[in-house]
């Protein structure tokens, strides 16, 4: 099941960021993996948020199936005032300093969701936290989608889009910022356990083209290797721009759908096309030659 062809712009079957119950996502790792599979995906990585909970029982499945599943997980961190996402993808699984680094988000997302649910609570939504367990339907840390699926079921927004624009998106009440840890320190356990850092959706933080570049900057500085070239559905001129800034800088480009839930607004393998760039895929990186073979 070799990963052909080595260029972004004319690979298929392939997503290197989604998500399951193991954070926020509405599949199990099973349910995903069966879809992945039912949609003609070969080689995906698992992302949840600050965990690999789920990775044993997506492999469990994938290896039923016939698919390459990569580990992986989306970190939370901070770079100058703004919260940023680096995907670890993880041939080896987590180990070293991200053993310890994970078990410290998991904490920072305990205390961030009681937040979330104090500030509901003062726009209507009874019991906030408990509804949002209610809804996360496990004991694992709650986020922000819980919370709108809540607040859906409360009846007090019509759908999630709308629960995030009027409560728990960027700048709104619900949007609580925790005590993530900085971005170098975050790309160094990542390296740690024999990983690769990419850059999650450069295009999604609102930032200027200018600041874009030097969080990239930066990103490199701390031994990141590559950034989402393409994550779900994005302008095609901008992302041409994102290739010049990427390959600058001479990092990998990755792809993925960040899906989260089925009909939402992407699905897994479903994505804005790669625009025709020199940038060498994440794929083609050394320390994932047994993922792509």
């Given at each position: 099941m070799t990963l052909l062809p080595d260029a972004l712009d004319s690979v298929s079957g392939l997503d290197l960021h989604m998500h399951s119950t193991a954070s926020d996502g509405a599949l199990s790792p099973t349910e995903l993996v069966a879809l992945c599979h039912a949609r003609g995906l070969t080689h995906m990585a698992l992302t949840d948020h600050d965990t690999i909970g789920g990775v044993a029982e997506a492999a469990a499945e994938a290896e039923r199936l016939g698919l390459r599943l990569l580990p992986g997980a989306e970190l939370s961190v901070q770079w100058q005032g703004?919260?940023?996402?680096?995907?670890?993808?993880?041939?080896?699984?987590?180990?070293?300093?991200?053993?310890?680094?994970?078990?410290?988000?998991?904490?920072?997302?305990?205390?961030?969701g009681e937040e979330i649910a104090r500030r509901l609570e003062a726009v209507g939504l009874d019991d906030a936290l408990a509804k949002a367990r209610e809804q996360a339907a496990s004991?694992?840390?709650?986020?922000?989608?819980?919370?709108?699926?809540?607040?859906?079921?409360?009846?007090?927004?019509?759908?999630?889009?709308?629960?995030?624009?009027?409560?728990?998106?960027?700048?709104?009440?619900?949007?609580?910022?925790?005590?993530?840890?900085?971005?170098?320190?975050?790309?160094?356990?990542?390296?740690?356990?024999?990983?690769?850092?990419?850059?999650?959706?450069?295009?999604?933080?609102?930032?200027?083209?200018?600041?874009?570049?030097?969080?990239?900057?930066?990103?490199?500085?701390?031994?990141?290797?590559?950034?989402?070239?393409?994550?779900?559905?994005?302008?095609?001129?901008?992302t041409r721009d994102l290739a010049g800034q990427l390959q600058e800088r001479e990092l990998y480009g990755s792809l993925g759908s960040d899906f989260h839930f089925p009909g939402g607004p992407s699905a897994p393998g479903s994505m804005s096309p790669a625009p025709r760039t020199a940038l060498a895929p994440v794929w083609t990186h050394p320390r994932l030659a047994a993922f792509a073979a």
């Open positions: 703004v919260t940023i996402h680096v995907v670890a993808l993880l041939p080896d699984g987590v180990r070293g300093e991200l053993v310890e680094g994970l078990a410290a988000q998991a904490r920072a997302r305990v205390v961030r004991e694992r840390p709650l986020g922000r989608p819980d919370f709108a699926r809540a607040l859906v079921a409360a009846g007090l927004v019509p759908d999630m889009a709308t629960a995030f624009k009027k409560h728990l998106g960027a700048g709104k009440r619900g949007d609580v910022k925790s005590h993530w840890p900085y971005l170098g320190e975050a790309v160094g356990w990542i390296r740690d356990a024999g990983g690769v850092a990419v850059l999650a959706h450069p295009l999604r933080y609102g930032l200027t083209r200018r600041k874009r570049g030097l969080l990239l900057d930066a990103f490199v500085a701390a031994g990141g290797e590559a950034a989402e070239l393409v994550s779900g559905f994005q302008n095609a001129d901008v």
